[in-house]
């Protein structure tokens, strides 16, 4: 399940929707990215997206996780529009045998989501608004995933 | 008339988000905006701008028809 | 927050009460571990702690992890007495500045969890019951983090 | 009377979980449970388990006092 949404993400109820009745999967990993006050400084986040577009981008990814990790299953939830500080922004669940593979997929597509997938997010502070580009610690955090392939 | 999509601050620069534009070719389309709005114009052609046809990225000159959808997508910061 | 209980664990209930109210968190990670039916293998899964003790010994790791991980919370539910399967048996929520603090830190908790926190379990299946010893691989998982520390 | 509790497979090998014994020592007490029940006496000195006297894992021999809880754990095997 891949959803963009304008409305609030309620973390709880998807973690147990996704986790009802599955009697074989053993681990169930989330993540849950909360808007951050930053102490004032960001009054609201807003998030754009390319409705259609970008669910089909974060499939791609979300289908080679799939693969990479032996995933059961996946949930990846997005809000868009205007976030105020600390309301969910992002919920991914995943789904495996085993706790490895759910927490690597989760860590993996989480790494993705944070820098690369085509979301445009502007902080409005108390002094106007600001289009924020991807932090470098986001796009090394991606590396990990290509340095391991080549171990 | 094709439509075509800002996003980011690329709709910031443009005042606009959505407008439906006639145009033969991608580049006679980037000309037209640019005479129109030499900031867009510019911000268009700056670094890390993509575009998508129909949702799918191009690069290069392409061939528009009116059901075309054209998306300029300013680098992604990620959500 | 440490606890055991003999009823039902809510992760949804849980991953929301733990994120409510964090303005300047921006990550929680979790892991859900269900038990599994092994295709009928396992007809419930029993685990006894030591009231006091195994709370006491959990939370050792715990201060360990929030100080390492420079965590902001942690929770650590865990189910003892009869679970069936597809029911949850351990809940651990984790909140940090940033999301490798969460996962890395939820992925420590769970290691250790599964290897040598002070549960006995019990599987009982279609012809009787049997005492589970920890398996090779999650006293290797636990070891993961021995070698981190000296690289 | 100190309270003497058998965890994991150590209760079921005695057929009970908890019991009241008076006994001035850790060591006695072994002897006492071992010739009581021949099986609980080899588990009890089984690889891997451990004693705990009011919750603290002791090594060797140790008073015992009426108030002392005293548990034995098998090895653990996380949850």
Known sequence: MIRLTFDPIDPGGLLNEFSRGRLEVGAVATFTGLARAEAGATVALELEAYPGFTEAEIGKIAVQAKARFGLEDFAILHRVGKIAPGDPVVFVATAARHRRAAFEACDFLMDYLKSKAPFWKKEHGPNGARWVEPRPEDHA??????????? | MARVLLFGRLSDVAGWRLREIDSPLLSTLLTTLAEEDAALGEALSGPGVQVALDQVIVRGDAPLNTATEIAFLPPMSGG
Request: proline share 0%; no cysteine.
């Open chain 1, 141 to 151: 955090d991606l590396t990990r995933w290509d340095k391991e392939i080549s171990k």
